[in-house]
């Protein structure tokens, strides 16, 4: 009973060993990959929002602007100086 349980143990231990080529080395490379190209994405991700937060600094900076040439026009008229919308 002893020789035929450890024969195939041994096959199966063998067919294991045969199955486990190179795939996983394959795998961990095409891991590290993937990992490098979420790491650009990541860092194309952070410029974009950078660049978009200058956009709004300078949006908010022309609108500020605006609204002090529309004030002083106003008070060359002798109106009162236009309110923004409040914004929530």
């Known amino acids: 009973m002893r020789k035929p349980f450890a ?38 991700a952070q410029d974009k929002m950078n660049e978009a937060a200058k956009e709004n600094a300078e949006a908010a900076k022309d609108q500020a602007e605006a609204q002090q040439k529309a004030a002083e026009e106003a ?10 919308p409040v914004k929530p």
């Open 7 to 44: 024969f195939a143990l041994m096959l199966a231990a063998a067919m294991g060993l045969a199955a486990c080529d190179k795939a996983s080395e394959n795998k961990a490379q095409d891991a590290q990959e993937h990992a490098e190209q979420a790491q650009d994405k990541a860092g194309e």
């Open 75 to 84: 008070a060359d008229k002798g109106e009162p100086a236009p309110t923004a």
